[in-house]
């Protein structure tokens, strides 16, 4: 079983950047793959980026390409998402998740989630 904790949320004007965090625990993270998704008011959730257990595959949804990226350190249990010329749009509750997937685009591919970091960008 993976427990996971985001951090780095917070406020930002447009244009600007922040780094989320994803500390997991238990021995297991590196075999897990690791995804990003986020929830805006009214909203349902939807996929923003992936990563499998080696790092080496990562997928982006159309809408963050080029300006998010997501990592992981293994030794250190953890998942991290630069994000880039951020827009209002990227206002939203932003989580991570592991599941048994190379690098899953849905929900359904992850069993286990983090609380939620809520990350705000004003124009």
């Known amino acids: 079983q993976v427990q996971l904790v985001e951090s780095g949320g917070g406020s930002v004007q447009a244009g600007g950047s922040l780094r989320l965090s994803c500390a997991a625990s238990?021995?297991?993270?590196?075999?897990?793959?690791m995804g990003w998704f986020r929830q805006a008011p009214g909203k349902e959730r939807e996929f923003v980026t992936a990563?499998?257990?080696?790092?080496?595959?990562?997928y982006d949804a159309d809408s963050v390409k080029g300006r998010f990226s997501i990592t992981r350190d293994n030794a250190k249990n953890t998942v991290h998402l630069q994000m880039n010329s951020l827009k209002p749009e990227d206002t939203a509750v932003y989580y991570c998740?592991?599941?048994?997937?190379?690098?899953?685009?849905?929900?359904?591919?992850?069993?286990?989630w983090g609380p939620g970091t809520q990350v705000t960008v004003s124009s």
């Open positions: 238990g021995s297991t993270f590196r075999r897990y793959g």
């Open positions: 998740a592991a599941g048994w997937v190379v690098a899953g685009t849905g929900e359904y591919d992850y069993d286990y």
């Open positions: 990563i499998s257990w080696s790092g080496e595959t990562t």
